[in-house]
């Protein structure tokens, strides 16, 4: 089977690196056993799916013995039964290694930051990004990622007009790339006295980090500003100079980061924003390239496309790019985020597979 022509280079690559992590030359080396470990970790998903696909095999061979063999009816009975099972999990498994064997993107396993700007709607739109933040915030929690604000512009009747958030742990971008977009909500504003239901929107970027190996800049294009912070942070913020505002004058691009407590700190988290800003602007085009090369529906590329709607009166969500509907709003919105998530990573999978089989 062509599956398996893939899966065994695999079975052979996870036996060699087994044996090389039993050597005390690599365990001694904490850089190559580190980066060994996390590839074992790896394979070890395809070897024990592998594992119970090969015994599935074995026992379908044998139920068939039986069956053509044994005089026994009830014995033969039994095993047409077994067979019925073990050909279901067979089929199981073999759906399992599929997805096991789609090449997986680099950028899956970066930390992110999360931009998320408040779009129309006026002082709704900006209590609405308040939202998601705590959406976000309560779904990254749960995952055990650190969260850390990175900069805010806060509504003038709650929320905010822009907010930065730094996401730290396993396989964030890969989970909450699909995030990106703009993001509408339906509900009767707390400032609307006539109880009429309006529509308002908040933009959000998911921002894979990237480092200077990735990103080169030129320290010639920048523009750097400092300048003394406002808002939450402490009675420090209103003493020194530590927000730093930096340009990158060839594309425009400006961030500014006046969350941490020394300068240092804040020009460090804004050269790593502009850095994914610019990143991302090249990974924008690229999967824009490959959406149209497939017609994905998961992952345009396209930050400005109309993603979601959170529809408050009915109790739904609903994901436009593959038709999910989901009447459980408030739990959606407290953070319970994976039951859409996980639809949107099953939906590009399905998309990659159907691609890697040439349909």
């Given at each position: 089977m062509r599956m398996l022509d893939k899966v065994e280079p695999i079975i052979l690559r996870f036996e060699e690196v087994k044996q090389q992590l039993s050597d005390p030359t690599i365990t001694s080396n904490v850089e190559t056993f580190t980066q060994l470990s996390k590839e074992y970790k790896e394979l070890s998903q395809i070897h024990e799916v592998y594992v119970a696909y090969q015994l599935a095999l074995s026992n379908?061979?044998?139920?068939?013995?039986?069956?053509?063999?044994?005089?026994?009816?009830?014995?033969?009975?039994?095993?047409?039964?077994?067979?019925?099972?073990?050909?279901?999990?067979?089929?199981?498994?073999?759906k399992q290694l599929e997805t096991l064997l789609?090449?997986?993107?680099?950028?899956?396993?970066?930390?992110?930051?999360?931009?998320?700007?408040?779009?129309?709607?006026?002082?709704?739109?900006?209590?609405?990004?308040?939202?998601?933040?705590?959406?976000?915030?309560?779904?990254?929690?749960?995952?055990?990622?650190?969260?850390?604000?990175?900069?805010?512009?806060?509504?003038?009747?709650?929320?905010?007009?822009?907010?930065?958030?730094?996401?730290?742990?396993?396989?964030?971008?890969?989970?909450?790339?699909?995030?990106?977009?703009?993001?509408?909500?339906?509900?009767?504003?707390?400032?609307?006295?006539?109880?009429?239901?309006?529509?308002?929107?908040?933009?959000?970027?998911?921002?894979?980090?990237?480092?200077e190996v990735m990103v080169s800049i030129n320290p010639a294009d920048l523009k750097v500003d400092t300048f003394r912070a406002s808002g939450a942070g402490g009675q420090h913020v209103n003493k020194t100079e530590s927000a730093i505002r930096i340009t990158h004058v060839p594309?425009?691009?400006?961030?500014?980061?006046?969350?941490?407590?020394s300068q240092h700190r804040n020009r460090e988290i804004a050269m790593q924003w502009l850095r994914s800003r610019l990143y991302e602007s090249e990974l924008q085009k690229r999967q824009a390239a490959q959406a149209a090369e497939r017609k994905s529906q998961v992952s345009t590329g396209d930050r400005s496309a109309k993603i979601r709607t959170y529809n408050y009166p009915q109790g739904r969500v609903t994901d436009?790019?593959?038709?999910?509907?989901?009447?459980?709003?408030?739990?959606?919105?407290?953070?319970?985020?994976g039951q859409v998530v996980d639809k949107l990573r099953m939906a590009e999978q399905a998309?990659?597979?159907?691609?890697?089989?040439?349909?």
């Open positions: 379908i061979e044998d139920n068939k013995r039986i069956i053509k063999e044994e005089t026994d009816e009830e014995f033969r009975e039994m095993a047409k039964a077994d067979l019925g099972e073990q050909e279901k999990s067979l089929e199981d498994l073999q789609i090449p997986k993107d680099p950028e899956d396993e970066k930390n992110v930051l999360l931009e998320i700007r408040a779009g129309t709607g006026g002082d709704e739109a900006s209590i609405f990004a308040g939202d998601l933040l705590k959406m976000y915030s309560q779904y990254a929690g749960s995952l055990g990622w650190k969260t850390e604000i990175v900069s805010a512009h806060e509504g003038s009747s709650g929320g905010f007009k822009e907010i930065v958030m730094r996401i730290d742990g396993e396989n964030v971008f890969g989970i909450l790339k699909f995030e990106s977009g703009v993001h509408r909500v339906q509900r009767v504003p707390k400032t609307e006295s006539q109880g009429r239901v309006h529509t308002s929107a908040a933009s959000v970027a998911v921002l894979p980090e990237v480092d594309t425009g691009v400006v961030v500014e980061c006046q969350e941490g407590r436009h790019r593959i038709g999910l509907t989901l009447y459980a709003l408030d739990a959606i919105v407290g953070g319970d985020l998309e990659k597979l159907a691609v890697m089989d040439g349909r």
